[in-house]
């Protein structure tokens, strides 16, 4: 079935730091991809997503690319700031189906 | 915006309790779900459903059940509630249709039970 593998954590980083969350999946069909953001105290709220191979979303300073040939969509921010501490999903939602496959999280936190 | 809202941020209940986690959402979605979050594990699927009164089973279906007699409404019911039913519970909805369908969540339900 469909999975997603994203980085463990947690990843500490100070303010102004580059960002890289690395997500691989796995997919029988032709899914779409999400990256989900979860602040302290807060659901789950979407941050970005892209719907077919090369696509780039991107939003909040944050990007991640579809990578087809190497099943991959790696969230990067480049300058990252305290109120980016939250916990990051990747997800994807195979073209045949209603529900996400959700990876385990990351925990990031970044200090002034 | 999309809204939506779970009836308790924080409960406690007792081993054995029936117990009853709504959701509402008030943007006419087909779609709604239930998952259950645990550290380590990410979000898993309990139940979804894409109708009033149609429902399909997720991945972790064992032990709870629900009902949605309203379009709006999405009810998780523990029949019995055990020790390995604590969790943070989020409820989700979405249009009807299959691939880019963006999930809005609500703030979740944190549940022990004791």
């Known amino acids: 079935g469909d999975s997603v593998t994203q980085m463990e954590g947690p990843v500490t980083l100070s303010e102004e730091a580059f960002l890289t969350i690395n997500c691989t999946y796995t997919?029988?069909?032709?899914?779409?991809l999400f990256w989900y953001v979860q602040y302290p105290g807060e659901g789950l709220q979407l941050l970005l997503k892209?719907?077919?191979?090369?696509d780039k979303g991107s939003n909040k300073g944050f990007e991640a690319t579809y990578r087809k040939e190497t099943t991959s969509f790696h969230l990067e921010k480049g300058s990252v700031q305290v109120s980016d501490s939250a916990v990051y999903f990747c997800a994807l939602k195979d073209s045949n189906d209603y529900k996400l496959s959700f990876g385990a999280g990351t925990t990031v936190t970044v200090r002034a | 915006d999309v809204k939506v809202t779970q009836s308790s941020r924080y409960l406690v209940k007792r081993t054995g309790e029936k117990v009853f986690l709504e959701c509402v959402q008030d943007m006419d979605h087909e779609n709604m779900f239930w998952y259950r979050q645990d550290p380590g594990l990410g979000l898993r699927l309990i139940y979804f459903?894409?109708?009033?009164?149609?429902?399909e089973k997720g991945d972790i279906p064992e032990g709870y059940s629900v009902s949605r007699e309203k379009k709006e409404r999405f009810s998780l019911i523990l029949e019995s509630a055990s020790t390995n039913q604590t969790s943070m519970y989020l409820c989700a909805s979405s249009l009807l249709g299959r691939r880019q369908e963006t999930q809005y969540f609500g703030p979740g339900t944190r549940l022990l039970v004791l």
């Open positions: 997919a029988t069909g032709y899914p779409s």
């Open positions: 892209a719907t077919k191979a090369d």
């Open positions: 459903s894409y109708d009033v009164k149609m429902k």
